[in-house]
């Protein structure tokens, strides 16, 4: 097909002009009538389902990132084995000079907390239920902001307990949502913290325990780190592990949460033996299969449209069969064969770019529905009940443009027979 009969519809406008009046011919059948009609509704239904799918899937996305957005870690810094003093994922708290490696970030009022974490993997037991969990040695500041997030919390008279006719307060610990909905944990309720690793004893084979009570639930939106995340003082996990002024790693979060990975970048070259990521590093995975869902996706529904293309292309056919007399009139007349090509182009961009845009009408309508009523509810597994819906115009271009392009090509071949057509046979029909 030469590039003429594309130009054609832009110089020739009788061509557009031809084309649509074709279509809305009394003189063309009842069936080719109703399949022009599913050729249209077929291209919407098509890119309908692409856009919401994938402005769904936007949406899922856009709220993992508000949770991490929500939290304290944005950027994690991580001691290697080349910084000295290294022992078992351990640093002192003065193996990272916070005030002279930050001070240009903070003069800049890039960095709202920075905050060292002292963590260790432990077990968690109450009664016959256990769990594993990671506990993380916080400072006070940071176990203040954690209890803005606290849903429950336990009396204060529950903190204590009697013991050989003393009473004590037992160090409390704070457990996540998910975890406390799991193990049936309420506030209040004593629980071991027990080290898988590191035991003592004269054969070093006792495990080491130390008795916790949970003072709150908190809740983050997010139930990975719900149900793997435990926080308490530093000076807790100090006293469980044994050790005194050592570190694991440090969590920063910043003003900015789109500049965490421009900071980061700064940091690993202030600190190169130390690994730093971000927060899209460290849920590289996630971020990366919810972009091949996407993708995924995107593929498998266009095959919708592709099929509505197969419409076009018998509808367009049969009309090339029904205009033959037309056809030879028109090329009798001095038309050229380019601008015959170009009528039956433009009649099926006409459908075409009808089921675009009545797809794009029926997809923000369903867009702004489940958006603005619970018509889908989701699990308790998720992190909202509610199906998120994110509104981005680019990809209602994306679909419209490569919707164009599938029904410019099915136009091709029925327009390429129309314009071979010899005009005595047109006439003779």
Not at 77 to 103: C, K, W
Request: proline letters at 4%; one cysteine or more.
């Amino acid at each position: 097909m030469r590039m003429d009969s594309f130009l054609h519809i832009i110089r020739s406008p009788w061509t557009v002009w031809v084309g649509r009046r074709y279509l809305s011919s009394k003189k063309s059948s009842r069936f080719l009538s109703f399949i022009t009609f599913i050729s249209v509704l077929g291209v919407s239904l098509g890119v309908c389902s692409i856009i919401v799918v994938l402005s769904v899937m936007d949406g899922f996305e856009g709220e993992l990132k508000k949770r991490l957005m929500a939290s304290d870690l944005h950027i994690l810094i991580e001691p290697t084995r080349s910084v000295s003093g290294f022992d078992q994922g351990r640093v002192s708290v003065n193996a990272l000079q916070e005030n002279s490696v930050f001070e240009e970030l903070k003069n800049e009022g890039k960095l709202l907390s920075l905050t060292s974490v002292l963590a260790t993997e432990v077990i968690l037991r109450s009664g016959r239920k256990v769990s594993g969990a990671r506990v993380k040695g916080i400072t006070q500041e940071r176990l203040d902001r954690l209890g803005e997030t606290v849903i429950e919390r336990a009396d204060p008279h529950l903190l204590k307990e009697w013991t050989h006719g003393e009473e004590v307060t037992l160090p409390g610990i704070y457990v996540g949502q998910e975890m406390a909905y799991q193990l049936g944990w309420i506030p209040g309720d004593r629980v071991t913290l027990i080290s898988p690793t590191e035991t003592q004893g004269p054969l070093s084979a006792i495990p080491r325990m130390k008795r916790f009570v949970i003072e709150g639930v908190y809740h983050s939106g997010m139930p990975d780190q719900e149900m793997e995340s435990v926080f308490t003082l530093r000076s807790n996990v100090e006293s469980f592990i044994r050790k005194r002024n050592v570190l694991t790693s440090w969590e920063i979060m910043v003003q900015d949460f789109d500049e965490a990975p421009e900071i980061a970048r700064r940091l690993r070259l202030k600190l190169p033996n130390y690994r730093v990521k971000d927060w899209m590093e460290m849920n590289a995975n996630l971020f990366a299969s919810l972009k091949l869902e996407r993708l995924a996706m995107f593929i498998m529904l266009t095959f919708i449209i592709v099929v509505a293309s197969f419409n076009i292309v018998t509808t367009l056919t049969l009309m090339v069969l029904e205009k033959k007399k037309e056809i030879g009139i028109l090329k009798a007349m001095g038309a050229h064969a380019s601008q015959i090509s170009a009528i039956f182009i433009s009649e099926g961009l006409w459908i075409g770019f009808t089921g675009v845009f009545l797809g794009m009408g029926f997809a923000l309508l369903l867009s702004l529905g489940l958006d603005r009523w619970e018509w889908v509810q989701l699990p308790d597994i998720y992190y909202d009940r509610n199906l998120p819906v994110s509104f981005d115009g680019s990809y209602y271009l994306l679909v419209g443009v490569a919707t164009a392009i599938i029904v410019l090509l099915a136009c091709l071949y029925p327009a390429k027979r129309a314009a071979s057509l010899p005009p005595i046979d047109g006439l003779r029909g």
